[in-house]
């Protein structure tokens, strides 16, 4: 197993687990929409447009206890 691959997967994690605990990700259409499974992960069958929107202040904190 590649040393860099699983230093990526890593880093990804962390950044990942950074953004989540002060952004929240709403669909932009919240209507359901058809998916796909590939292995065990399932995806929009054409792809779906979310929005980012910062957590309040509150909600932050609990994330950032819930996750430590």
Partial sequence: RCLGKAIGES?????LREILSRFE???EDPRPVASTSHTVVMRPVKGT???LVARSKKSTKKTALATA
């Fill in 11 to 15: 880093e990804l994690k962390y950044v």
């Fill in 25 to 27: 990700l709403h669909a």
């Fill in 49 to 51: 447009r979310v929005a």
